[in-house]
C-alpha cells in the first residue's frame, strides 16, 4: 500500500531523460546530506551520501550537488528508468546536535513517464 | 539475509488500547530508530537508541516508550493509542551511531480509531 502522502511536489519525465531533484535545507552545520529512496509500501533505501565539505559526488547513474551558499542539494538521475519511480527524500545528519540521527526532508515523487 | 524486521505489519486500535511495535535487525548495527510517517511531513524521529542499552527522545517523543532488549531489539510501545498516533511506522538500524547510511524495515501502519 502506499506510504506517503498525497501532496508531495512530483516531478514527471520521459523515460530515458534525465531528473534533476531538489533539496532546500536550513542547517548550516549540517555534517553530511543524504538522499533516500522510497518505493511504494515500503521503507527508505539509502542512495548516496555527501560530506559538506565537498560540493559533488558521483555514484552509479546518480550525482548528488551541494551548493552551500544557497543551501541546496539536489540528486541527478542519469538516464531515469521506469525502475526509478518512487518518493526520494533528502536528509541531513549534524555531529553537533545532541540527536545522533537523521533529519529527513518532506520528500518529492518522481514519475516516469514510459 | 533478513536485514531489519518490523512486526506487524498493520494494525487497528480502538482509542485507548495499548501495543508493542517490534524491530529486529540481524546486521549486528549498533543504532537503532523508530521514525513515523505522515502525509506530506516525511519521517520524524521518535526515539533512538544509539547502542545496546541507551535510548534518546527523537523530534516526537510524547505518546511513546521504547526498550532497547539487546542489541537485536528495539521495541516501541504506545501505551494510550490516540488518533493522532494513526500513521505509518518505521524501525532502522545504523552500523554506527550517526551512520548516514540507515536500514529500513518495510514498516507498520497503525490506524487508531
Known amino acids: 500500500g502506499e506510504s506517503v502522502g498525497l501532496h508531495l511536489p512530483t516531478l514527471s519525465v520521459q523515460e530515458g531523460d534525465n531528473s534533476i531533484i531538489n533539496c532546500a535545507y536550513s542547517n548550516s552545520a549540517s555534517d553530511y546530506f543524504i538522499w533516500y529512496k522510497q518505493e511504494s509500501g515500503k521503507g527508505p533505501q539509502f542512495i548516496i551520501d555527501i560530506r559538506s565539505n565537498m560540493d559533488k559526488r558521483q555514484g552509479q547513474r546518480v550525482t548528488v550537488l551541494l551548493n552551500k551558499t544557497v543551501k541546496h542539494l539536489s540528486l541527478q538521475i542519469a538516464a531515469t528508468q521506469p525502475g526509478d519511480s518512487a518518493v526520494y527524500f533528502c536528509a541531513e545528519f549534524s555531529m553537533d546536535t545532541g540527536r545522533r540521527a537523521l533529519t529527513f526532508g518532506s520528500g518529492t515523487r518522481l514519475q516516469v513517464q514510459p | 539475509n533478513a536485514g531489519v524486521t518490523q512486526t506487524p505489519k498493520f494494525q487497528v486500535l480502538k482509542t485507548g488500547q495499548s501495543m508493542t511495535l517490534q524491530c529486529a535487525q540481524d546486521m549486528n548495527h549498533n543504532s537503532m530508530y523508530w521514525y513515523r510517517q505522515d502525509p506530506g511531513m516525511g519521517l520524524r524521529l521518535i526515539y533512538y537508541?544509539?547502542?545496546?542499552?541507551?535510548?534518546d527522545k527523537g523530534e516526537v517523543p510524547n505518546g511513546y516508550n521504547v526498550s532497547r532488549l539487546n542489541k537485536r531489539e528495539f521495541s516501541l510501545r504506545l501505551e494510550s493509542a490516540a488518533p493522532s498516533q494513526t500513521s505509518v511506522y518505521f524501525c532502522?538500524?545504523?552500523?554506527?551511531?550517526?551512520?548516514?547510511?540507515?536500514?529500513f524495515g518495510q514498516g507498520t501502519r497503525l490506524t487508531v480509531v
Open positions: 537508541s544509539a547502542s545496546e542499552g541507551t535510548t
Open positions: 532502522a538500524s545504523s552500523l554506527r551511531t550517526g551512520g548516514t547510511e540507515a536500514f
